[in-house]
């Protein structure tokens, strides 16, 4: 089963950051001072108010309890996944208040990097990358050669906050452009051994209509129901295939790409 590439708008917003707030925001970053990432989302999706956005599901956002946010991963020129990250922080706050805002998880490999024809650095990215995740109490995950104690230190530090506040991620990785792809080996595993049995998963869904309005979708938080007793490989790709399918019913078919059958087979009776 396939279906047509979703067509991007023939105008794209442009979403962007106040400048006064990007200062603000790069002088924390050289200090190392706390910033409330919710309310930065806030003051960046009011300063780009003029750009259509459309927000469904709030009914279905976890309120009572902590749980692990998973979206599909939304990227293009002019909108980025921190972006898209923003806009589910802020909304989830409108169901949340006063409660501990979202934590996200990022990785610290991000390679291509550019400022104009210029190349960053990938020393400076990896740098940028742990501030970052300093002024917003963040969790790293580790790049491909610290991947064995690095996931592990991760898994402590979100096991940690977890049981305070919503951890946030991206199956796919730097991997999606929007349309589903399948997440980097290891991924249902890794959330697995956070969600357990008893972690409740909040999926959202985000795209953009051909009008250029951004949808994010929140749906119906759920358990992951992984087998017990089987290789690791195989409780990695039945989690995978869960929170994968749960995030794509959110998406119009277009976006659903590598899951579009399963998902097919998900809704059938």
């Known amino acids: 089963m396939t279906a047509a590439s979703p067509q991007l708008p023939p105008t794209r917003p442009m979403y962007r950051i106040p400048m006064p707030h990007l200062a603000a925001f790069c002088m924390d970053l050289l200090l190392g001072r706390r910033r409330s990432f919710t309310r930065d989302g806030e003051t960046v999706m009011r300063a780009n108010r003029r750009h259509p956005r459309r927000v469904e599901g709030l009914g ?9 946010v998973v979206m599909n991963h939304y990227s ?13 922080s802020a909304a989830m706050a409108t169901v949340r208040p006063g409660q501990p805002e979202v934590r996200w998880v990022f990785t ?27 002024v917003y109490d963040f969790i790293v995950l580790a790049r491909r050669e610290e991947l064995v104690m690095g996931r592990a230190a991760a898994l402590r530090q979100i096991a940690k906050l977890l049981a305070a506040a919503p951890i946030g991620l991206t199956p796919e990785g730097l991997l999606g452009s929007g349309v589903l792809v399948q997440p980097p080996p290891g991924s249902g595993a890794f959330l697995a051994s956070i969600a357990g049995h008893s972690v409740l998963l909040q999926p959202v869904g985000i795209w953009e209509e051909d009008d250029g309005t951004l949808f994010i979708r929140f749906g119906e938080p759920f358990l992951l129901d992984v087998p017990a007793g089987v ?3 195989e409780r990695d790709r039945a989690a995978t ?3 994968m399918v749960a995030i794509g019913r959110l998406l119009p078919p277009a976006y659903r790409g ?10 059938r009776p």
């Open 60 to 68: 279905h956002v976890v309120t009572d309890r902590t749980c692990i």
């Open 76 to 88: 293009r020129d002019g909108l980025r996944p921190y972006h898209c990250a923003f806009a589910v």
């Open 108 to 134: 610290s490999e991000y390679r291509g990097r550019r400022i104009g024809p210029v190349p960053i650095p990938l020393w400076l990215v990896r740098w940028a990358f742990r501030r970052v995740a300093v």
């Open 231 to 233: 290789p690791r490989a």
């Open 241 to 243: 295939e869960q929170v």
């Open 258 to 267: 590598a899951y579009a059958d399963a998902i097919a087979g998900a809704q």
